[in-house]
């Protein structure tokens, strides 16, 4: 099964912005949907964005107009602009497939705080 490892989480103040990286072991031409995903304490896993291999995106109505998904598929890796983040934002990030694998990685923090 390909390998997924989250990156580019950190520490933010209300407004800020990052950007996280999902790179892949193999080569995601195949998988037609890629999505990324967030868990905050004490909330069930919930699908923020997810992009179709032509490039057509969705969003969470809650993320809408803020956050940008976005892959390349020749460096086989998908990113996620956060921007004007917000204290509800702070959860670990999570990026598979759409529908998921059984499987999750490890996941990158992202904690937003005055």
């Known amino acids: 099964q390909v390998q997924l490892v989250e990156s580019g989480g950190g520490l933010v103040q209300p407004g800020g912005s990052l950007r996280l990286s999902c790179a892949a072991s193999?080569?995601?031409?195949?998988?037609?949907?890629m999505g990324w995903y967030r868990q905050a304490p004490g909330k069930q896993r919930e699908l923020v964005a997810a992009i179709t291999s032509g490039g057509t995106t969705n969003y969470a109505d809650s993320v809408k107009g803020r956050f940008t998904i976005s892959r390349d598929n020749v460096k086989n890796t998908v990113y996620l602009q956060v921007n004007n983040l917000k204290p509800e934002d702070t959860a670990v990030y999570y990026c598979n497939k759409w529908p998921s694998f059984t499987t999750w990685g490890q996941g990158t923090q992202v904690t937003v705080s005055s």
């Open positions: 193999r080569s995601i031409f195949s998988i037609n949907r």
